[in-house]
C-alpha cells in the first residue's frame, strides 16, 4: 500500500464474491463485496478510488474482486478463521499492501459497527490458545524494520504503525496464531489443516478506517513484502509464491487462488523490480488498430516505475499526455456527439447503438510482447438509460516524486484471470470465462486439480469462513523474514 494519493474511489459493487483461493496446499477465501445490493452514485466512484489511492501507503507500505463495472464498483472483503478456536473476521483483501491485520480487544476508535452487513469483531489474543504475542527481538519484527529496533528489551511486544496517504491510520503490535487451511485433495475435493501466521493486533484507529460506512475487521495484504501472508506462508513451505484472481464482471464473483495456475496458460511480462506495488513496463497504447503518437518520453523507463497493476482500484488512470489523444481516437468516429460533464468528473454522452459495434478496441503493449485488449462494454459504463460514461480517467497516479504514472484497475482487469509470480518476479493474464473453472498443481502429490468459480449473491450470508489454502508443498525450509 506504498501508493499515496489514489484518485477518489466509488460507487462499490452490489456483488457478492466468494474466491477459491489455492495455495500450494489449496486456499479458499469466501470474498464479499464492499456495499453488496445497495446502489451508489457517480461521484464515488471516484471517490472510492481516492480512498483506495490514498491508502496505497505513504509511510509503511492490501482489492480484490468480484464484478469491476464502474457503475457498481467497490472493494471486496474476504471472510478469514483465526486462532483456536477459530473465529471468523471480515477483513479487506488487498494485492498493494502487506501485513494482515484485525482490530484487537481493548482498540480505541475501531468501528464497533459496519454499514457493509456484516457482525465485526474483535480479536483477543487471550481467547486463543495457539497466539502468541510477536517480540521484537524475534526474526519476524527485525525482518519487518530492516534491522534491530532500537530500545528493544526482551518481552517488548513488536509494534507497528501504518499510516495511510488519506491521513487513516491502524497501530498496534504483532501476534502469531493459526489460519484454518483447506488442503485440495483432489478436484473441487478439501481436507482441512493449519498454517501459521504473524499479524497485526489493531490497538487504535483513525479515519475512515474506523468509519462505519467502510467498516471491516481489518485488512489482508498481498504486497511482495516478506511481512504478508503469502509470504510467511511461503517461507514455511506452505505454499508457493504465487497468486491469481479472475473477477467476473458479468455474473459476478469468481477465483483467487494461491499456487500454480496449469490451465489456462497467461503469457507474461516481468515485474519492475524494487517496487512497492505490481508495476510493469508499457510500450504502447493502440486504438482501433492505430498506435497512438504519444510523446518519446512518455513511456521512458529510465527511472523503472513502469505502469501500475491494482485489482483494488476501479477506474483506469492516465496522464493528460496519454489520456487526451486516447480520448480523441476513441470518439474521431463520433463528431456529433455531444460530450458533457457528470458529477464534475465523468465525461459523459447519448448513445443508442451497441457500444462494441460503435467504439474502438484499445489494446495495451508491454514488455515481452505481452497485450491487454481492453473492449468498449469494458471502458464504458451506462450510468442510466442510454448515458455512456468513460471509465478512462484524466490524470494519472502520482508517485512520490511527483510524476504521474498509468493506473489500470478493475476496468481493463475484469474477465481476465490475472497471475501474480512472485517467485519468477512476473506477472501475466489471459481472457477468461471466470464463472467456470481452472486447473491447479498439487506439488504434494503431483496431480492437478479443478477449482470452480463461486458467487455468493447479494441477498445471502457468505458461508465457510475460512482461508482454503491448497497447499502445492515446497520443501519445507523456514527462511528469516527480510524486506
Known amino acids: 500500500m506504498d501508493l499515496r494519493m489514489r484518485e477518489l474511489l466509488a460507487v462499490i459493487l452490489l456483488i457478492n464474491l466468494q474466491l477459491w483461493v489455492l495455495c500450494s496446499a489449496n486456499m479458499v477465501l469466501d470474498v464479499k463485496h464492499k456495499f453488496g445490493g445497495r446502489s451508489r452514485g457517480l461521484g464515488e466512484l471516484r471517490a472510492h478510488d481516492a480512498r483506495r489511492h490514498a491508502r496505497l501507503l505513504s509511510a509503511i507500505d492490501l482489492p480484490l474482486g468480484g464484478n469491476g463495472l464502474p457503475s457498481e464498483a467497490g472493494l471486496y472483503f474476504a471472510k478469514i478463521g483465526l486462532g483456536t478456536p477459530s473465529q471468523d473476521y471480515y477483513v479487506q483483501v488487498d494485492t498493494g499492501s502487506d501485513i494482515l491485520w484485525v482490530n484487537c480487544a481493548g482498540c480505541t476508535k475501531c468501528p464497533t459497527k459496519s454499514e457493509l452487513g456484516v457482525p465485526l469483531k474483535l480479536f483477543d489474543p487471550r481467547g486463543s490458545s495457539t497466539a502468541k504475542i510477536v517480540t521484537c527481538d524475534q526474526d519476524f519484527c527485525e525482518a519487518t524494520y530492516n534491522g534491530p529496533l532500537p530500545g528493544c528489551k526482551p518481552n517488548l511486544s513488536c509494534q507497528y504503525n501504518v499510516v495511510y496517504g488519506d491521513g487513516s491510520s491502524t497501530a498496534g503490535y504483532f501476534v502469531e496464531d493459526t489460519i484454518q487451511l483447506n488442503h485440495v485433495s483432489g478436484n473441487f475435493q478439501t481436507s482441512l489443516t493449519n498454517g501459521s501466521v504473524a499479524f497485526g493486533c489493531g490497538a487504535k484507529q483513525s479515519g475512515t478506517l474506523g468509519t462505519a460506512s467502510e467498516a471491516t475487521d481489518g485488512i489482508l495484504g498481498f504486497g511482495q513484502n516478506n511481512s504478508s501472508m503469502i509470504s510467511q506462508l511461503a517461507a514455511a513451505g506452505k505454499v508457493k509464491k504465487v497468486f491469481s484472481h479472475c473477477l467476473d464482471n458479468v455474473n459476478g464473483g469468481g477465483i483467487f487462488t494461491i499456487g500454480q495456475v496449469v490451465q489456462p496458460k497467461v503469457n507474461t511480462t516481468p515485474l519492475v523490480p524494487n517496487q512497492a506495488h505490481y508495476n510493469v513496463i508499457m510500450k504502447a497504447i493502440e486504438v482501433g488498430g492505430d498506435v497512438l503518437q504519444l510523446p518519446t518520453d512518455e ?121 501474480y509470480d512472485l517467485e519468477e518476479q512476473t506477472i501475466g493474464w489471459t481472457e477468461y470465462n471466470c464463472s467456470s473453472s481452472i486447473k491447479v498443481k498439487d506439488d504434494q502429490s503431483g496431480g492437478t486439480y479443478s477449482v470452480a468459480a463461486t458467487n455468493l449473491n447479494a441477498a445471502s450470508r457468505p458461508t465457510g469462513g475460512h482461508i482454503t489454502m491448497f497447499l502445492l508443498a515446497l520443501v519445507a525450509l523456514l527462511h528469516r523474514f527480510s524486506r
Open 299 to 419: 513511456f521512458d523507463t529510465q527511472d523503472q516505475k513502469g505502469t501500475i497493476i491494482d485489482s483494488g482500484t476501479t477506474l483506469a488512470y492516465l496522464p493528460e499526455e496519454v489520456y487526451d489523444p486516447l480520448i480523441s481516437k476513441i470518439l474521431d468516429q463520433h463528431k456529433d456527439l455531444k460530450i458533457h460533464t457528470v458529477e464534475d468528473q465523468f465525461q459523459c454522452f447519448q448513445y443508442t447503438g451497441d457500444v462494441d459495434d460503435g467504439f474502438p478496441d484499445v489494446v495495451f503493449h508491454f514488455e515481452n510482447s505481452l497485450t491487454l485488449r481492453t473492449y468498449p462494454h469494458d471502458y464504458l459504463f451506462q450510468a442510466r438509460n442510454d448515458l455512456w460514461c468513460l471509465g478512462w480517467m484524466n490524470g494519472g497516479f502520482q508517485t512520490k516524486d511527483g510524476t504521474h504514472t498509468v493506473l489500470l484497475g478493475d476496468l481493463v482487469l475484469s474477465n481476465r484471470l490475472v497471475v
